[in-house]
């Protein structure tokens, strides 16, 4: 069955420090693994995307990695803003079928002044 | 760009009643997805449109929900009877021929009392 796992469920911090969320799947065969963030009331939104040959991709502040191998992924938020204060969503593409995503259930992070 | 566009953005209904959703995806995007995101959990996938036609609608509980794209543009989801338990944000995606880069609208928060 195809599975995406977020830990931790929730997270909070201080403003300026930095955090990892982790991502584990057993999507098969895998495509590609994105890391959205949510804002409260909003739609998701793409903040990075790694195909099966990336090993970490940045955006600014966000930085994801990714091991094929051990099927996980992380996104590590450096300096945090109070901005950052969003669910974090790792969907993962693949499975089988057509275009067919499996989504986690996300990180709620808090940062805080 | 315009991006995804969903109405309403806010609905609240008693149970039994129904209640219809309406989206309209970025233009050229052959796909379109509808996902339920219940409060504290990731979305989940209901239906998913390639051009006019449904790819997937597995997780659809067809004996209240249906959905229709024609024309392969706009789509509207409907819920007949409404049940407490369909409280939920309806967020529509869409994405281009090809790839697995979903774009997600504003999503519709329904309340069901």
């Known amino acids: 069955k195809n599975q995406v796992e977020q830990s931790p469920q929730s997270l909070i911090i201080l403003e300026g420090k930095n955090c990892t969320l982790q991502?584990?799947?057993?999507?098969?065969?895998?495509?590609?693994l994105r890391w959205y963030k949510q804002d409260t009331g909003r739609g998701p939104v793409s903040l990075t995307i790694?195909?099966?040959?990336?090993n970490t991709k940045s955006n600014g502040r966000y930085t994801a990695t990714l091991d094929a191998d051990t099927k996980q992924s992380s996104l590590h938020i450096t300096a945090s803003q109070l901005s950052d204060s969003a669910s974090y969503i790792c969907?993962?593409?693949?499975?089988?079928?057509?275009?067919?995503?499996?989504f986690g259930t996300g990180t709620k992070l808090q940062v805080i002044p | 760009e315009a991006g995804v566009a969903q109405s309403p953005r806010y609905k609240i209904i008693e149970k039994r009643q129904s209640v219809a959703f309406w989206c309209n995806p970025i233009?050229?995007?052959?796909?379109l997805y509808w996902y339920q995101q219940i409060l504290g959990q990731g979305p989940k996938l209901l239906i998913q449109?390639?051009?006019?036609?449904?790819?997937?609608d597995s997780q659809l509980p067809k004996d209240r929900f249906s959905a229709e794209r024609l024309k392969g543009v706009d789509s509207t989801l409907k819920i007949q009877p409404a049940k407490l338990e369909d409280s939920a944000v309806y967020l529509c995606a869409s994405s281009s021929w090809g790839t697995h880069e979903q774009y997600f609208g504003p999503g519709t928060r329904l309340t069901v009392t």
């Open positions: 449109f390639q051009n006019n036609g449904v790819v997937d």
């Open positions: 991502c584990n799947y057993t999507v098969s065969p895998f495509s590609n």
């Open positions: 233009s050229g995007h052959a796909t």
């Open positions: 969907v993962v593409s693949g499975g089988g079928g057509y275009q067919k995503v499996t």
């Open positions: 790694m195909t099966f040959s990336e």
